[in-house]
């Protein structure tokens, strides 16, 4: 049974895991002025916000073959391998990097992705710079926005408050993933070199984005901003031609008629995805 499982697994994500693996050019171009809108709606000082990024760590047993090391997290004081996840206010994860060995820092893991070349362009829709915003072990570009920290002053630390909100309620999605697959919350069965941590942990991101699509989620209720239909996420369908109400109810399509009257425009290098997943071979847990 655990092999057809796998297999099965396997082949899911052979087929669709560039919709997590690669940075969507075109599907981002049709959902960023919405985005946008929607974080800003919030309270939030940044007003062309797209999405928001993190590292999250998948807690596992104590690995042996050289990886224990690699895999120790110093700040959670736990075995684990990392994964870099965009999230954005319709509740997807949007871009997913992974898995790296745990102790590595955040900023790595954004390098190793290869999207700080990717988002360089990729975020310039219409002439106009958005951004995904992180907290302050990111380092900031036009197209990565970081939380103030050091010594602060009092405007700085009100908008550090403003952006608080909105993150916390995105990053929810990571709890959401494992319910999706309560497996990953049992770092006592998730061993290295005996089954497939990394690919079980991308295979529960893909199913909650579908699951997303399909019946909403929480951070799509708070920032009130519905999520695509599951034609649209897995490419079937181009963005604004099917209204994306989750769960089958009735759709007034008003999300969708703000992203198509905002700032949507092009970008110069096309394509539906760009390259910025996992390199070949990259990390000591890079294979799993």
């Known amino acids: 049974m655990c092999h057809i499982f796998y297999a099965t697994v396997a082949m899911m994500m052979e087929k669709w895991g560039a919709n997590l693996t690669e940075w969507r050019v075109e599907f981002m171009r049709g959902r960023a002025a919405l985005y946008a809108e929607k974080i800003e709606g919030t309270g939030a000082y940044l007003d062309r916000c797209v999405g928001f990024i993190d590292g999250t760590a998948i807690f596992i047993a104590r690995p042996g073959g050289g990886l224990q090391r690699a895999c120790y997290s110093g700040h959670k004081r736990k075995h684990a391998v990392k994964f870099q996840s965009v999230l954005t206010p319709d509740g997807l994860i949007f871009h997913l990097f992974g898995p790296w060995e745990g102790r590595r820092h955040d900023m790595t893991l954004y390098f190793e992705s290869g999207l700080d070349a990717v988002l360089s362009h990729a975020l310039v829709i219409s002439g106009v710079q958005y951004y995904i915003y992180g907290d302050a072990a990111y380092m900031v570009r036009p197209w990565v ?17 403003t952006m608080a909100v909105p993150r916390t309620e995105v990053e929810w999605g990571f709890k959401d993933v494992k319910q999706t697959c309560a497996a990953l919350d049992y770092p006592r069965k998730l061993k290295l070199r005996e089954g497939p941590v990394g690919l079980l942990y991308s295979t529960a991101a893909f199913v909650w984005n579908l699951r997303c699509c399909t019946y909403g989620s929480s951070p799509s209720s708070s920032f009130d901003c519905n999520p ?61």
Not at 149 to 160: H, I, K
Not at 235 to 255: H, K
Not at 276 to 282: C, L, T, Y
């Open 145 to 161: 926005q970081a939380a103030f920290s050091g010594v602060m002053t009092d405007e700085q630390s009100a908008c550090n408050t």
């Open 228 to 288: 695509p239909s599951v034609e649209q996420y897995l490419g079937l369908a181009p963005i604004g031609e099917v209204a994306g109400a989750p769960g089958g109810t009735d759709v007034d399509g008003e999300d969708i008629a703000e992203a198509e009257e905002g700032d949507v425009g092009g970008v110069a290098e096309g394509g539906d995805v760009v390259g910025a997943g996992n390199p070949d071979g990259g990390g000591a847990v890079g294979g799993q």
